[in-house]
């Protein structure tokens, strides 16, 4: 069993700055990858931003040089910091993290509960 729980959503304005977290718990022998989707409203969820267990990255183009996705490894735990957002970025932002569960072989896919950022004046 994986969980994720993330934080850090809210409402911030235009240009403004905000960063999310994604910790993971449970019977985990390696994480793979992290990184977050988002859905807005009347729209299919996307590709944010993720990174893999050795450091690679790889970002959605349009948030390209304003997100950043970075991790820290002893606390299984991800960030995600948005800076200069724009009301576009506003959506249900999920974690998701690849696992490779303790004992088996094949990795899963792993969700968050999903956190709210609203970008609005």
């Known amino acids: 069993q994986v969980q994720l729980l993330e934080s850090g959503g809210g409402l911030v304005q235009p240009g403004g700055s905000l960063r999310l977290s994604c910790a993971a718990s449970g019977s985990i022998f390696r994480i793979n990858r992290m990184g977050w989707y988002r859905q807005a409203p009347g729209k299919q969820r996307e590709l944010v931003a993720v990174i893999t267990s050795v450091g690679n990255r790889d970002y959605a183009d349009t948030v390209k040089g304003r997100f950043t996705i970075f991790r820290d490894n002893a606390k299984k735990t991800a960030f995600l910091q948005m800076s200069s957002l724009e009301p576009e970025d506003t959506a249900v932002y999920y974690c998701?993290?690849?696992?490779?569960?303790?004992?088996?072989?094949?990795?899963?896919?792993?969700w968050g509960q999903g956190t709210q950022v609203t970008v609005s004046s």
């Open positions: 998701n993290a690849r696992v490779l569960i303790g004992g088996q072989t094949g990795e899963k896919d792993y």
